[in-house]
């Protein structure tokens, strides 16, 4: 497991994991997700997007956005979809499905959107 700072290579945006699920098959019928580390501890869903890009937007809550500034416990490339045995605390969910280095945060907001609900804009 390596501490990855966010901003430079990749910001995240992290999900609970009950809904986070139902947004990554969403993604993943579409053909439209990318890499997810899954934090069995905490029960989130870290989708990996453009560096820059998490903050843009005004994601439904109890979704956030990490930019510069935080730092993501990214677990090794072999560490994917295993069963949890109470080692370690993340692995990959999916690690670069269709060869995508990042998931495109238009089509997460959309699946996420459709699995909270519609955001709904202050002023």
Do not use: K
């Amino acid at each position: 497991m390596r501490a990855r700072p966010l901003g430079e290579w990749f910001d995240a945006v992290r999900v609970p994991e009950f809904q986070g699920l139902y947004a990554f098959t969403r993604l993943r019928s579409a053909g439209r997700g990318g890499p997810v580390v899954e934090d069995r501890v905490r029960h989130v869903l870290h989708w990996l997007v453009p560096p820059g890009t998490a903050g843009r937007r005004d994601w439904p809550p109890g979704v956030r956005a990490l930019g510069r500034g935080n730092i993501l416990a990214v677990p090794p490339a072999d560490r994917v979809g295993q069963p949890w045995t109470g080692e370690g605390e993340a692995q990959w969910l999916v690690y670069r499905p269709s060869g995508r280095c990042l998931t495109d945060p238009d089509a997460l907001y959309a699946a996420l959107t459709r699995v909270f609900g519609a955001v709904e804009s202050c002023g």
